[in-house]
């Protein structure tokens, strides 16, 4: 099992930036697909980013695409997004998440490993 912890979210007006880390540790997971996913309040999970730790291939939700960047680095064993441009809908608890997923996956459920989730607010 991969152990991740996220830290980097906060309240930010519209039209700012932040950025998420999450740092991951555990079993090898150098070929898993990691991923980020948010969840607003009564509202279903839903998948943001997500990149190929072996490759640092990345695919985006049309919803932030373009404003959202995911990356890694392999050294710290850390996946980041920076976020930009916020709008008041990003707001959400945004969780990290890996698992033995096919590169391209977005269903939470093909992802085994979840952080404790942080917080974003975009006031408008």
């Known amino acids: 099992q991969v152990q991740l912890v996220e830290s980097g979210g906060g309240l930010v007006q519209a039209g700012g930036s932040l950025s998420l880390s999450c740092a991951a540790s555990?079993?090898?997971?150098?070929?898993?697909?990691m991923g980020w996913f948010r969840q607003a309040p009564g509202k279903e999970r839903e998948f943001v980013a997500g990149?190929?730790?072996?490759?640092?291939?990345?695919y985006y939700a049309d919803s932030v695409k373009g404003r959202f960047t995911i990356s890694r680095d392999n050294a710290k064993n850390t996946m980041y997004l920076q976020m930009n441009s916020l709008k008041s809908e990003d707001t959400a608890v945004y969780y990290c998440a890996a698992g033995a997923a096919m590169y391209g996956s977005r269903r939470p459920s093909n992802f085994q490993s979840w952080g404790q989730g942080t917080q974003v607010t975009v006031s408008s």
């Open positions: 990149i190929s730790w072996s490759t640092g291939s990345t």
């Open positions: 555990g079993r090898t997971f150098s070929s898993y697909t």
